[in-house]
């Protein structure tokens, strides 16, 4: 049975990306996996990193309980939007207050490397945008998926992280949303 954390990082609990998290859920509980759920927007925490990394905050009760759940998963999918081409604020808030140095990572001393902590995890990126996704990459780099795939996920180790695109939101159907969340509960039982 595979151990998989569904992070929804859209801040709504009304928002689209809430009925693709769930249906991610459904598909992989069908599939047999053991599955929890993180609702960034649901904790209760402050997402400043008000120091860097030059002074340690406390993490709040709900952080290290979410901190439990990304130890004990094996496969991580994170729900997101794209909003100003990147992630949304609370999401990155949640990333900057936990994927802390001496938790994800360690810094080796006088050496440019590092040591990814949460090595033998994989992820799945479902991120929703209102252009295409094609259009996304092209003319934008794809900015908020090199951060959180590249910059944060494999600089910690955890790999490979796969990405499903879905959009363009703002201007579909009941019907196509319909289609999108039967995607997400076949991505789901694939497991992936």
Excluded at 6 to 27: M, Q
Excluded at 76 to 100: E, M, N, Q, S
Aim: aromatic fraction near 12%; include cysteine; charge should be positive.
């Amino acid at each position: 049975m595979k151990r998989i954390l569904v992070i929804n990082g859209h801040p709504n609990k009304e928002s689209f990306n809430h009925a693709l998290a769930d249906g991610y859920v459904a598909g992989a509980t069908q599939a047999g996996a053991e599955i929890k759920r993180i609702n960034i927007g649901e904790l209760n925490f402050n997402p400043n990193l008000a120091y860097g990394y030059q002074k340690r905050m406390e993490l709040e009760p709900d952080l290290l309980e979410a901190w439990k759940l990304i130890q004990w998963a094996e496969h991580l999918v994170w729900v997101h939007p794209v909003w100003w081409g990147g992630l949304p604020a609370i999401t990155k808030g949640f990333i900057d207050r936990l994927f802390l140095p001496g938790l994800a990572f360690r810094y080796r001393p006088n050496s440019v490397w590092w040591d990814k902590l949460l090595k033998g995890k994989s992820a799945h990126i479902i991120t929703t945008l209102d252009q295409p996704g094609w259009y996304y990459w092209l003319v934008f780099g794809r900015p908020s998926v090199n951060q959180l795939k590249n910059s944060i996920l494999k600089f910690c180790g955890i790999q490979p992280v796969q990405l499903t695109y879905i959009g363009i939101i703002k201007t579909s159907s009941p019907e196509l949303r319909k289609k999108w969340i039967a995607k997400a509960i076949g991505l789901g039982r694939a497991l992936r």
